[in-house]
């Protein structure tokens, strides 16, 4: 049974940074493209950002250009967001999710909470 586990989320001050990291198992990791969504209270789950099965294609939602960083390790299974700059904005349960082909998003993890305070 395919399962992607979030970690890294928390509490942090506006201008701080977490990482965020998922590691799936059951599942043949380096030929699903992995994405970030979040969902904030009251809201609907929104795409963050994705990359591809090798790595060498991001894509990021406007609002957090220049702020996070997706990333991936095909020999550990885990995708990773780095995220720098954060603002009270970004708080919401982070998501990642394991899709093929782009776009087609066919697991998920259970989410993990992010808090930033101002």
């Known amino acids: 049974q395919v399962q992607l586990v979030e970690s890294g989320g928390g509490l942090v001050q506006a201008g701080g940074s977490l990482r965020l990291s998922c590691a799936a198992s059951?599942?043949?990791?380096?030929?699903?493209?992995m994405g970030w969504f979040r969902q904030a209270p009251g809201k609907e789950r929104e795409f963050v950002a994705r990359i591809s099965w090798t790595g060498g294609s991001t894509y990021y939602v406007d609002s957090v250009k220049g702020r996070f960083t997706i990333s991936r390790d095909n020999a550990k299974n885990t995708v990773y967001l780095q995220m720098n700059s954060l603002k009270p904005e970004d708080t919401a349960v982070y998501y990642c999710?394991?899709?093929?082909?782009?776009?087609?998003?066919?697991?998920w993890g259970q989410g993990t909470q992010v808090t930033v305070s101002s």
């Open positions: 059951e599942l043949t990791f380096s030929s699903y493209t």
């Open positions: 999710a394991a899709g093929r082909p782009v776009g087609v998003w066919t697991y």
